[in-house]
């Protein structure tokens, strides 16, 4: 954060020589106290930003390590396996029903012959 001009503090506590015909100050402290929650919030969000790329950096490094090692990768999703399973055994079910009775159906055929 080595480009950023101004804290809030520096904001609030700046101030500015009234001339002819300047602005009101009352809308530019206003507005000032407006961009100093902007940085607040701004700072609060990069502090958190950080926070989350460090834990991520660090699950990355893990799982690295953990698949160097020849280790298996944690999964953090619920594996649907036996749903797989269930779907090909039914699907192997089907195949069987149509292809077998097709084969049937051509077996008798070829006896008739």
Do not use: C, W
Not at 43 to 61: A, C
């Amino acid at each position: 954060m080595d480009n950023i001009n101004f804290t809030p503090k520096d904001i609030l506590q700046k101030e500015f020589k009234p001339k002819m015909r300047g602005y009101d100050p009352a809308d530019v402290d206003t507005f000032l106290d407006s961009v100093i929650k902007d940085y607040e919030n701004f700072g609060k969000e990069i502090e958190r930003m950080k926070n989350e790329n460090d834990r991520l950096t660090d699950k990355v490094d893990e799982l690295n390590k953990q698949v160097s090692a020849g280790g298996t990768v944690e999964e953090s999703a619920p594996v649907s396996g036996a749903t797989n399973v269930d779907v090909l055994k039914r699907l192997s079910n089907l195949e069987r029903r149509v292809f077998g009775a097709q084969l049937e159906d051509t077996d008798n055929s070829s006896h008739r012959i």
